[in-house]
């Protein structure tokens, strides 16, 4: 019974969006030609940025552990100090200074879910080179009108130091790209 109640538990935090797995052995090098997926490229300023976190997730944790007294006391201790889940995702505006690229208002509600390996808890406000895609990818986000930010499978997102190596890059590309 205890190795049947250990399978199903996992396979419940597979389902209901663990913690940032960092499911990556190593974060392979921004890609800034992948640059060509974004619908919008802005240099601009982070404002009230913060964390939404998947209430229901952490719901779905406590039922299970509430249903689940013979779970093994490793599995209980582990879900219990879960603090972080992968449908946890950021929010936040983007004071727009410039458009690179794509058509941008003053100001862009944007929704980012760095699933792999976590959402920071602050962010500085930049400036930074920002490049975005259409609709919001964070689940459960109460906002899908916003913009995401573009960011690779086990890669940094394209939230760039305004003066980086890599942002002047990605403004080469976009100079060099027909519109």
């Known amino acids: 019974m205890r190795r049947y109640l250990y399978a199903v538990a996992l396979s419940l935090l597979a389902v209901m969006g663990t913690?940032?797995?960092?499911?990556?052995?190593?974060?392979?090098?921004?890609?800034v030609g992948d640059i060509k997926y974004a619908s919008v490229v802005v240099i601009g300023r982070v404002?009230?940025?913060?964390?939404?976190?998947?209430?229901a997730a952490r719901q779905r944790r406590q039922d299970l552990l509430a249903r689940s007294p013979d779970m093994s006391p490793a599995l209980r201790k582990l879900l219990s100090e879960q603090t972080a889940f992968g449908s946890d995702y950021a929010?936040?505006?983007?004071?727009?200074?410039?458009v690179l690229a794509g058509r941008a208002s003053k100001t862009l509600s944007v929704?980012?879910?760095?699933?792999?390996?976590?959402?920071?808890?602050?962010?500085?406000?930049?400036?930074?080179?920002?490049a975005l895609l259409p609709g919001a990818t964070g689940l459960g986000s109460e906002k899908p009108k916003s913009?995401?930010?573009?960011q690779s499978p086990c890669s940094?997102?394209?939230?760039?130091?305004?003066?980086?190596?890599?942002a002047d890059a990605?403004?080469?590309?976009?100079?060099?790209?027909p519109k």
């Open 111 to 130: 929704t980012w879910n760095n699933s792999t390996f976590g959402e920071p808890d602050k962010m500085p406000e930049g400036p930074f080179l920002i």
């Open 19 to 31: 913690a940032p797995a960092h499911a990556c052995r190593m974060r392979p090098a921004l890609d």
């Open 147 to 150: 913009l995401t930010v573009l």
């Open 47 to 55: 404002s009230h940025y913060e964390i939404v976190l998947d209430q």
């Open 91 to 98: 929010r936040f505006d983007v004071r727009v200074d410039t």
């Open 156 to 166: 940094l997102p394209f939230i760039l130091e305004k003066a980086s190596a890599e």
């Open 170 to 177: 990605v403004r080469s590309i976009l100079r060099t790209t």
